[in-house]
């Protein structure tokens, strides 16, 4: 497992019960996640400290329960990486701090091409990996279907002193963009993709994961320039093995020399050897040499 331990304005303080509480930054949350099964918690205590709590409704749905006043948003950093929270419905703040692990892999390719690379980021939410991507020197296209992410995700470009890089903010169904790109003969050395569930374009167009991961790998082979440097598949779709990701790329890649490899990511909890498990990824990566 890939584990993103080098944070410091994040932390798992203790997990039980079917929920963790996390400091980011100088504010501590409570909120549920389905992986933790276990029921005894090592820091009682602690637990008291927390600013505020996501409680789901037995109704469906949930909200938050603020134990105090908290700012509207508040910054994390993450190496020379600037970011914006907000506590949002269906207990997100705008991060998933396990990412961390694909943010410093994607820079280190980026970097060591030492060439322009042109990245394609999918699903791009706020943009965690279009500002990682950008700060190692890359241009980046974001594509998201929502224009309240894809604002939140420029003011965490802007955060990060990265707003003079080249970045193109698109609001639109993804496989139509992509689609578009290929009648366009447009090109790029890198795609990122984080695929939901289960999502709806903007204009209401229907996104199923198993129904149509396969197509869009296939179609996004299209648009990849002669020389590649990567290709990566983010999921945190349950019950879908990090293989199969793996077997996508197998499959669509074949023209490509390359190495192929997947996995899971997580987060640690700090003084514990517990790791939360957070997600997986199947990656494609150029050789060096090849």
């Given at each position: 497992m890939n584990i993103a331990k080098e944070w410091k304005d994040y932390e798992i303080i203790d997990m039980a019960n079917g929920e963790k509480l996390e400091r980011w930054g100088n504010i501590k949350l409570i909120r549920p996640d389905p992986q933790i099964i276990w029921k005894e918690k090592s820091y009682p205590s602690k637990w008291k400290d927390a600013d505020a709590?996501?409680?789901r409704s037995n109704t469906g749905g949930g909200g938050w329960d603020?134990?105090?006043r908290l700012p509207q948003?508040?910054?994390?950093?993450?190496?020379n990486l600037t970011f914006n929270i907000k506590p949002m419905?269906?207990?997100?703040?705008g991060l998933f701090p396990e990412q961390a692990v694909n943010w410093d892999w994607m820079i280190d390719k980026i970097k060591n091409s030492k060439r322009e690379i042109k990245v394609l980021n999918l699903f791009a939410y706020t943009g965690g990996a279009t500002v990682a991507c950008l700060s190692a020197g890359a241009s980046v296209c974001h594509v998201d279907s929502s224009k309240g992410m894809t604002t939140w995700a420029k003011e965490n470009v802007e955060s990060s002193g990265l707003r003079d890089r080249p970045v193109r903010f698109i609001i639109d169904d993804v496989i139509k963009f992509v689609q578009r790109e290929i009648r366009r003969e447009?090109?790029?050395d890198a795609i990122i993709m984080d695929p939901p569930s289960y999502g709806r374009g903007k204009n209401g167009e229907v996104w199923q994961f198993e129904n149509n991961i396969s197509e869009l790998v296939e179609l996004c082979t299209k648009v990849l320039s002669k020389d590649p440097v990567f290709f990566l598949i983010n999921s945190y779709t349950t019950g879908i093995s990090s293989k199969v990701l793996e077997n996508l790329l197998e499959i669509n890649m074949k023209k490509y020399p390359g190495k192929i490899s997947s996995g899971e990511i997580g987060l640690p909890m700090t003084n514990s050897k517990l790791v939360l498990p957070c997600g997986i990824y199947g990656r494609w990566e150029k050789i060096n040499g090849t």
């Open positions: 709590r996501y409680q603020y134990k105090k948003s508040w910054q994390v950093i993450y190496k419905g269906f207990k997100h703040t447009n090109y790029y």
